[in-house]
């Protein structure tokens, strides 16, 4: 076989090598000192951080990958300084950096991952935070020494052609030569024939232990496979029912908001709104332990907050540490994040249990990738009919449905009635229903005929009739003097005391609705939006 010795090759581009070892050494330099600065502010913070991703957001693939290319490279160049009698000590001086650089990014990643569960002793993390200066200071003047070499190898006067020619680079060096690969085959077999037949006699004499042994490494090798892929690494997605050590759950919707129900925005907060549906695994009750909860994005760890109780109400109970049943049950976890990018991965995870390892406590977590359904996107407004049924944002009230039949609007309504004073004796009579006079502008009354169907997994006690749907979801809009106005609150029920009159509903509004145009009843469930023509 003909080669062709690399060494001109090497010598020629020696520039353009270095180069990228400028390039490749910078970024680890720019690596480290990240986690120096992350210690120094560790230090002097005043508050604990522990529980946050430190080590997924310090450390990287490429910080333990790229020591390794640079110490292959720089073994190479040390080969041709060899080869040519020049100066060594610079790769030397460099291989051994780069080595003790992946010992000091091991050290350092294993305090991170000890700073994500528990707190580390301040004079500790002071030795570590020094020891990490002294490295990069290392690295720096490793780095200037690099760039010296990218540059020209005299600093005084940057002459490269004539360092090149200072290398003596010869005909000699890129002269082909001639490799002997053949090998004596006879002896080679005869080697493999011996040893085949050696390893059958073996084989022969201990076949039952050997195929137990082979047998149970290759169960094991099934078990350890399944467990990584299907267990301890697995990622759950939403609505998989899953087992822990305390409580049994699913995790059913999640949702991504940046307002309430009345489309009011949230104060300088996103909130990503997580259901689950969950019991214990013991027959008593049991406070759950939101601090197990946890919500990963993009690295960044949140907890949930008991804030939000009456924006969120349309999509259930917020969780306060109340007691719950032994029963399947769905509460609310809310997150608060700041803005969030449209890439942004979210996972949901529980820490199931804590192990016990020669590093110290490490969490044993079960993840679930969420999906949140985005609730201020694709806003749409749909115009309704009336005696058409509508189902209201099947993403939040699920099959829940409504019905209106009729719209009047009058300054007083007038319902008749059996007046009884005996079982035989009844006269017929009449109740006025009168908007209040207890404010400071006048009112008319909006009665509306419908129905409303509730979805039967929906858990919502403060939605129960139509009535409980425009009030909280519902406004007016109508068009006086030219200007289109908007009523959103004060809708005020008034309840006959006479009768009881089913899917008949009387609600104060007011006064100037009665002789506007263009008046509409808007419902509005998050995104979706409702509209019907009253007149």
């Known amino acids: 076989m003909i080669l062709r010795k690399p060494y001109a090759f090497l010598i020629k581009h020696f520039k353009l090598i270095h180069m990228v070892l400028l390039a490749l050494m910078s970024y680890l330099l720019y690596r480290t000192n990240i986690f120096l600065r992350f210690l120094q ?9 522990s529980g946050q991703d430190f080590s997924g957001q310090l450390f990287n693939t490429w910080m333990f990958a790229l020591p390794f290319i640079i110490i292959v490279i720089l073994i190479i160049l040390l080969g041709v ?23 000091i990014y091991n050290i350092g990643y294993d305090n991170a991952v000890l700073l994500e569960t528990k707190l580390i002793e301040t004079r500790s993390l002071r030795l570590l935070r020094d020891f990490y200066m002294l490295v990069v200071i290392v690295q720096g003047i490793g780095l200037v020494f690099t760039f010296i070499r990218a540059t020209g190898f005299d600093i005084k006067k940057f002459e490269f052609g004539k360092d090149l020619e200072e290398l003596n680079i010869t005909e000699a060096d890129n002269e082909e030569f001639e490799v002997d690969v053949s090998v004596e085959t006879n002896v080679f077999k005869r080697n493999v024939n011996r040893n085949l037949r050696f390893a059958k006699y073996i084989y022969k004499e201990n076949k039952f232990l050997i195929s137990i042994v082979f047998l149970i490494l290759f ?3 099934c078990f350890v496979i399944y467990m990584n892929l299907t267990i301890y690494n697995k990622i759950y997605e939403e609505k998989h029912l899953f087992m822990a050590t305390d409580v049994t759950m699913e995790v059913s919707k999640s949702y991504l908001t940046s307002v309430d129900y009345k489309n009011k925005d949230l104060v300088n907060t ?3 709104v997580v259901e689950l549906n969950l019991k214990a695994n013991s027959n008593n009750d049991f406070v759950f332990n939101t601090t197990k909860a946890e919500l990963i994005i993009d690295n960044k760890i949140y907890y949930p907050k008991s804030k939000h109780i009456e924006g969120l109400f349309d999509l259930g109970k917020v969780y306060q540490d109340t007691i719950l049943q032994t ?5 609310l976890l809310v997150y608060e994040v700041p803005t969030i990018s449209t890439s942004s991965s979210f996972m949901f995870r529980y820490i199931d249990d804590l192990v016990l390892e020669k590093k110290g406590i490490n969490p044993k977590y079960i993840k679930i990738r969420l999906n949140p359904y985005k609730l201020d996107d694709n806003n749409t407004i749909e115009d309704i009919e009336v005696n058409e049924q509508v189902i209201l944002n099947e993403n939040v009230l699920g099959k829940t449905n409504i019905v209106i039949n009729k719209f009047e609007i009058k300054d007083y309504f007038v319902i008749n009635y059996n007046f009884c004073v005996s079982d035989n004796e009844c006269y017929p009579s009449k109740q006025y229903l009168r908007p209040s006079t207890n404010t400071n502008y006048d009112k008319a009354i909006l009665k509306v005929t419908g129905s409303f169907e509730k979805d039967s997994e929906l858990i ?14 519902g406004s007016i809009s109508y068009e006086l003097d030219g200007k289109i106005k908007t009523q959103n609150i004060g809708f005020s029920r008034i309840r006959p005391s006479k009768i009881n009159e089913e899917n008949v509903y009387y609600i104060e509004v007011l006064k100037e609705i009665e002789k506007s145009s263009n008046v509409e009843l808007i419902i509005r469930v998050r995104n979706n939006s409702y509209r019907y023509k009253i007149k």
Do not use: C, G, R
């Not at 502010?41 to 951080?49: A, G, P």
């Open 81 to 103: 300084m060899f080869y040519k009698k020049k100066p060594k000590i610079f790769y030397i001086v460099n291989i051994i950096i780069m080595v003790s650089l992946l010992v």
């Open 270 to 272: 996103n909130l990503v």
């Open 460 to 473: 919502n006690d403060s939605l129960y009739d139509l009535y409980t749907i425009i009030n909280y979801f």
């Open 41 to 49: 502010e560790y230090i002097n913070s005043e508050q604990l951080m």
């Open 327 to 331: 029963e399947f049950q769905k509460i």
């Open 219 to 221: 169960a094991a090798t």
